[in-house]
């Protein structure tokens, strides 16, 4: 069966994603730039009974990401979901970061996930189907968080980008908005976030959302 891959796969919401697609039988492949965090979320999905494939690799460094994603196709067969979870959360106010700091965040929040969508997506739209899901966030922008603001607004565009590349052929192009801190026990329970990402998709075509918002309400 061929299954997820989560870029960005560490703990929070990518490994409560990557459990919730394993449980419904997917096998998956993470993808994270740590070994440590690659065994932790390994483990979890390994517990659902699917198999999970631990790949090494930066979002930001365009040959490893493609190799991860060459690495995983051929493991696991062309991917039916890649959900792209990678991002730098920090706060940062107007004037404290230098430019090579907001290059290096926009790299992560917003160019790793263009890259890994011109990869995969083609052969989504080929086959006639499949979906391709960013993990969003910051529905106003917020003055103490400006690069990750700038990110996620570029995350919206993208979505709405890929959706006009890609929709017409199949390739159901999404976001899941998260409007708050991520943490276990909380409105924010990255396993309730993560059943926003398994009803994308499996949405029917005539009733896809391009963006879903948890706003913990």
């Given at each position: 069966m061929p299954g997820a891959v989560i870029i960005g796969a560490?703990?929070?919401?990518?490994r409560a994603v990557a459990r919730r697609f394993g449980r419904?039988?997917?096998?998956v492949a993470l993808v994270a730039r740590t070994d440590s965090t690659l065994k932790a979320s390994a483990a979890t999905v390994a517990a659902t009974g699917v198999?999970?494939?631990?790949?090494?690799?930066?979002?930001?460094?365009e040959r490893s990401l493609?190799?991860?994603?060459?690495?995983?196709?051929?493991?696991?067969?062309?991917?039916?979901v890649v959900v792209y979870n990678a991002a730098?959360?920090?706060?940062?106010?107007?004037?404290?970061?230098?430019?090579?700091?907001?290059?290096?965040?926009?790299?992560v929040n917003v160019v790793g996930a263009l890259v890994a969508a011109a990869h995969v997506a083609p052969g989504m739209a080929a086959r006639g189907g499949g979906s391709f899901l960013i993990t969003g966030g910051m529905p106003e922008p917020k003055?103490?968080?400006v690069s990750l603001s700038l990110g996620k607004a570029g995350v919206r565009t993208l979505v709405e980008l890929l959706d006009q590349e890609y929709g017409p052929s199949g390739v159901h192009v999404a976001s899941v908005t998260v409007a708050g801190p991520v943490a276990p026990g909380t409105a924010f329970d990255p396993d309730d976030i993560a059943e926003h990402y398994w009803?994308?998709?499996?949405?029917?075509?005539?009733?896809?959302?391009?963006e879903v918002l948890h706003d913990g309400s």
């Open positions: 560490g703990p929070g919401i990518g419904e039988g997917l096998p198999r999970a494939l631990p790949l090494t690799a930066d979002a930001t460094d493609h190799a991860a994603l060459e690495e995983a196709a051929a493991e696991l067969g062309p991917p039916d730098i959360i920090r706060p940062d106010g107007p004037g404290d970061l230098t430019v090579r700091e907001h290059l290096d965040a926009w790299a003055r103490e968080y009803r994308l998709h499996t949405q029917p075509r005539d009733g896809w959302d391009r």
